[in-house]
Every structure is written in structure tokens, then in C-alpha cells.
């Protein structure tokens, strides 16, 4: 359109100089009205209408190719929480294989097909490297895909005002292998790590004794809470909260200790415990890989 656009302009310049030139001096020297008449009906009419066609023709032609949904490749619900992303990864049949969140992970090369919606109010899933915006409605479902060139871990970002806490409603995408991410979805599919020491043993009684469990699914331990993330393999992801800070031992512990100070608003409420039983809690989360 650039190059058309370009042509265009410069074939009027040239009709506009020419047109200048020929009443230089003040000696006017008018075509003849048949020479108008042909020149307003090809230069004004046909020329332009030509060069529309071609183009509508050549965009729709584009934009069919760009709008052709992939037909295979993973497929990834994704659900707009407030304020965090709940993923879930499907199998052909539209069986959920695995639950997670605020962390993507697709392979390398091939697209990843993903149906968006929300449980509340509007969001826009946006990896500004990866794809255009796809709004997340609620009571419908919107398909759209993603698809990562080169190896890496791409920052995302809501982008449809939709809280207080909008602006850490992140989420990143890991590009990785193919084979990568199949041991990556198929541990994703496993249920929790049973505890292993006394301390773990303890921190998974503490979850449940505090509550966490009525918001928070953590597979083969409680599967009733539904109002925050799947903890399930917590430990393996890179962030808190919606990419909001890094998951390290520190970070959890303040988090759990006092979300409102770190996302305010967010609907974590804060849990006061003995700090003997915080640490057995973080051993325990800190042993979901
Ligand atoms: C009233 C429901 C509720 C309770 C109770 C609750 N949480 Fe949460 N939790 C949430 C919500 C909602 C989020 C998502 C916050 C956000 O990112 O906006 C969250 C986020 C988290 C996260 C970050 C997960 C991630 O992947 O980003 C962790 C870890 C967590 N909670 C642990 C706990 C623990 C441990 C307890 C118990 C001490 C607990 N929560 C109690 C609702 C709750
Ligand atoms: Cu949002």
C-alpha cells in the first residue's frame, strides 16, 4: 500500500505541475472540453477504481492467509482470573490433561492453538513478540493461536483495563523444544509430589489446617479450591502472582505472609501463622516441582 500510495502521490504532483506550468506567464491555455471530460473520467474515476479492486482483492486474499487457524498442534485454555491466568492444557478430545498458571509453555516452531475466555470481565491476552491482542469474553470462547520462531522465555501482559490490578496481571511464555515441553506437560499431568521429610509432612498440614486449600488445588492433596491458582507444581514456575515477582523462597514467604502489600487488592487474603509452621508451609510448596 506504501508503494501504491507512493505512485499515486507522485503521478498528482506531476498533474498539478504540469497544470501550473501551462498557465505560466498568464497566457491561460484550457484543454479542450472533450480533453477534460476524458481526463476527469480516467484519471478520476477509472484509475481509482481500478486500483481499489486490486486492492481489496489482494487484502482479503492476505487476510484469509493470516486468519487460517492452525488445524493441529497443543491446545491451551486459557482463562481470565482476577487478576492471574489460569491455563489449561487440553488433548484432542477436549479432555483437560493439565492445570496451571500465569506460565506458558509451547514448543518451538509449531503453533499452539488457544481458546480464551473469562470467568469475570473482559481481558486481552497480548506476547507482544509472539501475537496480536485476543480478548477474553465472558461467555464466549475466542480461538486464536500462538506461535514462538526462536527458543526463549516472552514477557506478556493484560491489555484490557479490567481492575486494580491490571497492571501486574502478567504472564510469560517459554518457547522451548518440542521434547522439552512434552516432559514439561506430561510432569504438568502428574498429580503432587507426596512430602518426603517430616517438614514437608508438616507444611502440607499447615496448608490444609490454614486454608489455603479452600482456595488453592494442589493435585492428590485437596481439589476443592477454585478461587486461585493450581499449586500443584508451583515450585517449577519462574514467577508469583502474575509475573509479579520471582518465585524464591523470600518472595513466597512475603507473599503468603502479606499479598496485599505485594499486589494490593488482589483477592489473597493475608494468613498469620507461627513462623515455625511458615517454614514448613515453604518447604512443602517449595518441594511441588
Ligand atoms: C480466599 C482465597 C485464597 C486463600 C485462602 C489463599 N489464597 Fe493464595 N491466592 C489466591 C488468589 C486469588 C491468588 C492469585 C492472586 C493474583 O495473582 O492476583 C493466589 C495466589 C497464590 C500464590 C501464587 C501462585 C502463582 O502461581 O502465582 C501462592 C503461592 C499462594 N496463593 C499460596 C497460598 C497459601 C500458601 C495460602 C494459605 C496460607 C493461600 N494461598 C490462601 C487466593 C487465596
Ligand atoms: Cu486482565
Known sequence: MLVIGTVIMIGVLIALFIGLGRG????????????????VVAGGVVTPMLVIMAMVIVGVSVGREIATRPQSGPI?????????WELRYLDGDGEVIATTANEMHIPVGQPVRLRLTSENVIHSFWAPQLQG??????GQV???????????????????????????????????PLEEFERWLSL???????????????GQQVFLEQGCAGCHTIRSVSEVGEIGPDLTHLAGR????????????????????DPQRIKPGNKMPSTVMEPADLQALLAFLGSLE
Request: aromatic share 8%; net charge negative; proline share 5%.
Open 188 to 202: 504438568q499431568a502428574e498429580p503432587a509430589t507426596e512430602p518426603s521429610s517430616d517438614e514437608t509432612r508438616r
Open 76 to 84: 491451551v485454555e486459557v482463562i481470565g482470573r482476577l487478576w492471574w
Open 24 to 39: 505560466w506567464g498568464g497566457t491561460e491555455r484550457p484543454l479542450s472540453s472533450r480533453g477534460s471530460f476524458l481526463l
Open 133 to 138: 491482542k485476543t480478548d477474553l469474553i465472558p
Open 238 to 257: 519462574r514467577t508469583l502472582a502474575a509475573a509479579t515477582v520471582p518465585n524464591t523462597k523470600g518472595h513466597l514467604g512475603g507473599w503468603i505472609s
Open 142 to 176: 475466542n480461538e486464536s493461536w500462538i506461535e514462538a520462531e526462536r527458543a526463549g522465555v516472552y514477557r506478556g501482559q493484560c491489555s484490557e483495563y479490567c481492575g486494580v490490578q491490571h497492571a501486574l496481571m502478567s504472564f510469560i511464555v517459554v518457547a522451548e
